[in-house]
């Protein structure tokens, strides 16, 4: 039997804005399930337990911790199961796991490892959770993108990040943009609606530690300011934006593809 509650799944929310998403959705409404989805079990169960420690008194929504490696798919497979036969449906699925190599290797090597999280992972987690997306009456799909992966902004010399290098992940979130436009057409049919969600730069374990440094430094946003701004989303806040073409940003308005 299908949740009388709003399930909501957010991958690789085990820190940054993937956890920052899910304290902010359990603090927006007694009606959601958030399942806080982590490769690690163990560091899941620790997230959730500060969470319950520093937010108790805010927290409206259920939290639950679901293992869910998106390089996996017997592990996207488990984690289906997992949902479909404690909840029988899923209402929201935030693709947010990504990552952005910054060790040195070679080109091939980097480009597997960029894709192989940031679309290959992204592609598969949504065909398989798909069946339950259908079973709810007011589905969504948001993948987190970014605005590195916006092609009209990398070629604008005026833009900020102009200088920014930054090339695999660049074309790994140009790919997802891409992916997201292709749900967004083919799951029309169902009434799902889809989006690619630009955060901004925010201060995220992204590039690692000496990268969340960098990030700080070069003044990089709270990651709470993509998740409150993720939760406007979900509750149907941005669908006039949802509607229209490009990504969907953190500060209001579309970022062209």
Known sequence: MASDKIVILVTGASSGIGLESVVALARESQDFDILLGSRSTEKGKKMLEDICHSHASSLKGTISVLQIDITDQKSILDAKEKVETKFGKLDVLINNAGIAVTRQTDTLTNLRETFETNVFGQAVVTEAFESLLKKSSNPRLIYISSGQ???TNRLDPTHKAYKTRGDYYRMSKTALNMLAACHKFNFAEWGCKVCAFNPGFCVTNLTGEAGRAMRIQHGARD???????????????????????????????????
């Open 149 to 151: 992966g916006s092609i």
């Open 223 to 257: 990651p709470r300011d993509a998740a409150d701004a993720l939760v406007k989303v979900v509750t149907g806040k941005r669908d006039a934006d949802i509607a229209k073409s490009g990504m969907v940003d953190v500060d209001g308005g579309m970022l062209p593809w």
